[in-house]
T-cell receptor
Framework: DGGITQSPKYLFRKEGQNVTLSCEQNLNHDAMYWYRQDPGQGLRLIYYSQIVNDFQKGDIAEGYSVSREKKESFPLTVTSAQKNPTAFYLC?????????????FGPGTRLTVT | GDSVTQMEGPVTLSEEAFLTINCTYTATGYPSLFWYVQYPGEGLQLLLKATKADDKGSNKGFEATYRKETTSFHLEKGSVQVSDSAVYFCALSKTSYDKVIFGPGTSLSVIP
């Protein structure tokens, strides 16, 4: 089955440590996205990538970094510079250059930093 | 800039009640409109979409009609179930390259 996988489901880290969240898709989508969701809040865009080896900052990129070395993979690193990293992180993807504009989402990773 | 506004939640309904969640948008051009649903602890799932004025999207008993004259895309369901308890997000996108603009979400609780 095609889809987006995020691992792990739950992640715990100590303050001051960098942590990398995985996102893989086998939908053959060109574009991939990372969102952050806080309790009772909507989605905020962290980074996005329309094509391999290229990515752009979203609305809240500070303290985060990404890479896009392969079409299927878009890992997100939460660095120690991120002041409040505890949140639910969602990865999404979609086709580009088509008339279908919807995004497809992974199951999310809940990160807790103490 | 473009934006999406949804009715404030949380919304609490009894099972078999009629559901309406209001969504209005501000955008130039002709965006596609979406409703996503998020069950507790999960990612978002596309519930339905509409790509042009007067289109009606429908899925799992939910419906929404793209009304350009009122810039609205209200979500409706005739008879809700406990399993419909979730957060519902209205969203728009103008092309497959533009960002998707999400509303803040509306939490729905259905009680037996």
């Amino acid at each position: 089955d095609g889809g987006i996988t995020q691992s792990p489901k739950y992640l715990f880290r100590k303050e001051g440590q960098n942590v990398t969240l995985s996102c893989e898709q086998n939908l053959n989508h060109d574009a991939m996205y990372w969102y952050r969701q806080d309790p009772g809040q909507g989605l905020r865009l962290i980074y996005y990538s329309q094509i391999v080896n290229d990515f752009q900052k979203g609305d809240i990129a500070e303290g985060y970094s990404v890479s896009r070395e392969k079409k299927e993979s878009f890992p997100l690193t939460v660095t120690s510079a991120q002041k409040n990293p505890t949140a639910f992180y969602l990865c999404a993807s979609r086709r580009t250059g088509t008339t279908s504009y919807e995004q497809y989402f992974g199951p999310g990773t809940r990160l807790t930093v103490t | 800039g473009d934006s999406v506004t949804q009715m404030e939640g949380p919304v609490t309904l009894s099972e078999e009640a009629f559901l309406t969640i209001n969504c209005t948008y501000t955008a130039t051009g002709y965006p596609s409109l979406f409703w996503y649903v998020q069950y507790p602890g999960e990612g978002l799932q596309l519930l339905l979409k509409a790509t042009k004025a007067d289109d009606k999207g429908s899925n799992k008993g939910f419906e929404a009609t793209y009304r350009k004259e009122t810039t609205s895309f209200h979500l409706e369901k005739g008879s809700v179930q406990v399993s419909d308890s979730a957060v519902y997000f209205c969203a728009l996108s103008k092309t497959s390259y533009d960002k998707v603009i999400f509303g803040p979400g509306t939490s729905l609780s259905v009680i037996p």
